[in-house]
């Protein structure tokens, strides 16, 4: 997901940095990126004050949910149940893994919350760019990309009917 986020923001022409971070987590526990889009040069891969955290379990949900700057956004995974949230940032719970299951895999969960930073116009990118990035993550396999596309949409349109910012 932070590729296709990085991407996205060089398909609009922008500058754009994608930091994984993987250690151990690679075999199975969490893991984490930092994705910096902006119109100035990047000094820096490292976010520490992220505007948006994505977080698809707890405790990814745990580690970084305390360093959102106010005014910022947390999504998470709805099936974290529930989470106390730090004073004023915005915290929404998606049901990205049920609603990506719902369309045919549960492994299109990073594309459904995709879809929902998409609907929710947070990250200032148009729908194009996104789309454009996730056609070129997937290059090669139409099916994939047709299906991942539409599990977008779908999340772009569950922020739209369910989240007011």
């Known amino acids: 997901m932070g590729i296709i986020l990085a ?7 922008l500058n754009a940095s994608w930091f994984p971070s993987y250690g151990p987590e690679q075999r199975g526990g969490t893991s984490n990126c930092s994705v910096v889009i902006s119109g100035q040069p990047i000094g820096s891969l490292t976010v520490y004050t992220p ?35 730090p004073a004023g940032v ?8 049920e609603k990506a299951k719902e369309a045919g895999s549960e492994k299109a969960a990073n594309s459904f919350m995709l879809g929902v930073l998409m609907g929710l116009k947070a990250t200032g990118l148009e729908e194009k760019a996104f789309k454009e990035a ?11 990309i047709a299906f991942n596309q539409q ?12 989240i007011t910012i």
């Open 7 to 13: 991407q996205a923001g060089v398909k609009a022409n």
């Open 51 to 85: 505007d948006i955290l994505v977080a698809m379990n707890r405790p990814s949900l745990e580690k970084f949910e305390g360093k959102v700057r106010e005014g910022g956004f947390i999504l998470y995974e709805s099936s974290i149940g529930e989470a106390e949230m």
């Open 90 to 97: 915005k915290a929404i719970a998606v049901p990205a893994t």
């Open 134 to 144: 996730l056609a070129e993550n997937f290059a090669g396999k139409p099916k994939v």
């Open 151 to 162: 599990v977008l949409e779908e999340g772009a349109k569950w922020a739209r009917e369910n």
